[in-house]
């Protein structure tokens, strides 16, 4: 369960949140300039909120009360930036691989076949990104991300990039890692999208909450 209790003051434009969330996929919902960024930077750890508790499973992240902040390496939590943020001079093999290493993860083959053939990217491994598509670089980035095992996948408008017939592509993948289970948090202001994928809705309009369900509310 993700637990979320903060605000935070960014210049002019004040964040206040607060859900919690069972869910397999909880999309962050709104318009540009809502405040997704900034929370799920918070969850990252990326941002310290000014107040306020975060808490993944039995797992306190960040406590203001009580000078409580897990460090972003210690918090296993996954991110997919919209730009997918591959290393150039790495092929794919080597992009898969950093998560892994970067979190002192033993090296697990099986785990690495089950994830670039549920992605499909196996015959990609030799390629640098410039050789990739935009679809081909967002899927492994994902695959990168799982690699690192994370605990909570955060995903920051993955297709924003792509175009209409790359974010067709793309999304049954991503469906197929919602029913395998992975926790998510998704942000988008594409409802269509968060439709198809998302289990649970947070909805945000300059800086709060407005609404928190299924996705009944996107309507």
């Known amino acids: 369960m993700l637990r979320v209790d903060v605000t935070k003051q960014l210049g002019e434009f004040s964040l ?6 069972q869910g397999r996929v909880t999309g ?7 405040g ?3 929370l799920i930077n918070m969850i990252a750890g990326l941002l310290r909120p000014d107040r306020g508790i975060i808490a993944l499973d039995d797992e306190t992240l960040d406590d203001t009360s009580n000078g409580v902040h897990v460090p972003p390496h210690r918090r296993r939590i996954g991110y997919v930036f919209q730009d997918a943020r591959l290393f150039p001079h790495f092929n794919v093999r080597q992009n898969l691989d950093y998560g892994r290493r970067m979190n002192r993860l033993a090296e697990d083959s099986a785990q690495r076949a089950r994830i670039t053939d549920l992605l499909d990217i196996a015959h990609l491994l030799d390629r640098r990104p410039g050789q990739l598509s935009g679809g081909e670089r967002q899927r492994v980035a994902l695959g990168r991300a799982l690699l690192s095992r994370p605990r909570l996948l ?10 209409e017939s ?6 049954p993948y991503l ?11 998704y942000v988008s ?5 968060l439709r198809q994928l998302a289990t649970q809705i947070v909805m945000l309009k300059r800086g709060r909450v407005t609404a928190l ?7």
Do not use: N, Q, Y
Not at 28 to 34: I, K, N, Q, V
């Open 154 to 163: 955060l995903m920051d408008e993955p297709l924003g990039s792509l175009d």
């Open 175 to 185: 469906v197929r890692l919602r029913d395998e289970g992975i926790p998510m948090v």
């Open 213 to 219: 369900g299924g996705v009944k509310v996107l309507t």
């Open 28 to 34: 962050l919902f709104g318009a540009s300039g809502a």
């Open 189 to 193: 202001h594409d409802a269509a999208e």
């Open 16 to 21: 206040e949140a607060k859900f919690e969330s």
């Open 166 to 171: 790359r974010k067709e592509e793309i999304l």
């Open 36 to 38: 997704k960024t900034s």
